[in-house]
């Protein structure tokens, strides 16, 4: 039988590593679930930012305040991924075959539920700057104080950015609401 030896201080690093982002995840987790939209994406993304970090562990140990940090790296791999995305070809493999959806139908989605989708699609209309501003201050609650620290810009001016995002954000929210799900009108 082979036994595995791992490589000195290799276990140790490991083990600081989880010490130092376990706390931080579910914020990493719930900014890129706002910026994504979607769960699986989110944990994609977390993930590849936790692969990316772990190789620069002793650097992560030397930031004082780790969490708007981690928040600006997940935001920069949102957007490093997402630039990738949209400039790579989409092929066309083949049909997909039918499957039903398994999605709730109209009758059973309460107007919490319409309301919440609602405010995703005004959310997901908005830039990436606006949408990323909005999720870190209203949504994680970051201060303007951390939120400027970070982003290296005066209160005013990030305070205007949120003013300006919030008031885009008002103002989709006005729009008439388009459901992803539409009722199909049957010839009776």
């Not at 309460?110 to 959310?123: C, F, G, M, N, P």
Request: charged letters at 30%.
């Amino acid at each position: 039988m082979v036994s595995l030896i791992p490589f000195p201080g290799r276990a140790a690093a490991a083990g600081r590593f989880e010490r130092l982002l376990r706390p931080q995840l579910s914020g990493m987790y719930r900014l890129a679930y706002h910026l994504t939209g979607s769960r699986d994406d989110a944990e994609d993304l977390v993930q590849e930012v936790c692969t990316r970090l772990y190789p620069r562990l002793e650097e992560l140990e030397k930031i004082e305040v780790l969490g708007p940090w981690l928040a600006r790296v997940v935001y920069n791999q949102f957007v490093d991924q997402r630039r990738r995305r949209d400039n790579s070809p989409v092929e066309c493999v083949g049909e997909l075959p039918e499957q039903a959806s398994e999605l709730p139908g109209p009758e059973e989605l309460t107007d919490s539920q319409l309301q919440q989708e609602h405010i995703l699609q005004a959310l997901f209309r908005l830039s990436d700057e606006h949408r990323a501003l909005i999720a870190w201050h209203d949504i994680e609650g970051y201060t303007l104080e951390e939120l400027a620290g970070r982003e290296g810009l005066a209160i005013g001016t990030l305070k205007s950015r949120l003013h300006r995002a919030r008031a885009h954000l008002r103002k989709l929210l006005g729009e008439p609401f388009s459901p992803a799900i539409r009722v199909r009108e049957t010839g009776d």
